[in-house]
């Protein structure tokens, strides 16, 4: 297993990524799609908190199966968050980011 430093820095450089996204299409969205980007942001911020917290305070200390099964299911749900938001960036930028022809 990652040691939780890793797995800490791993989860903010996505979040990083995910934000600067975000922030490309904040600065060419019309005025009407910039709150749901705003949404969009503070969701991804405060799930990258939740996520570090869950990280620093792990349950079943002192039996590692329980501790491997912990870690396990987190990932699963940073995994599936992380895609969730992904295909929502993505969809903006479909709308967003056309070509002028």
Do not use: W
Not at 9 to 30: G, K, N, R
Not at 35 to 61: M, N, P, W
């Amino acid at each position: 297993m990652a040691s939780r430093r890793k797995l800490k820095q791993a989860i903010h450089s996505e979040v990083e990524e995910i934000l600067f996204d975000l922030s490309i299409l904040y600065s060419v969205a019309p005025e009407e799609r910039e709150y749901a980007i705003e949404q969009l942001i503070i969701k991804v911020i405060d799930a990258e908190r939740d996520f570090i917290a869950r990280i620093s305070h792990t349950d079943g200390k002192g039996d590692p199966k329980l501790v491997r099964n912990y870690y396990h299911k987190l990932r699963e749900e940073y995994m599936h968050f992380v895609s969730e938001i992904e295909d929502e960036v993505s969809k903006l930028c479909d709308e967003l980011l056309v070509p002028e022809a």
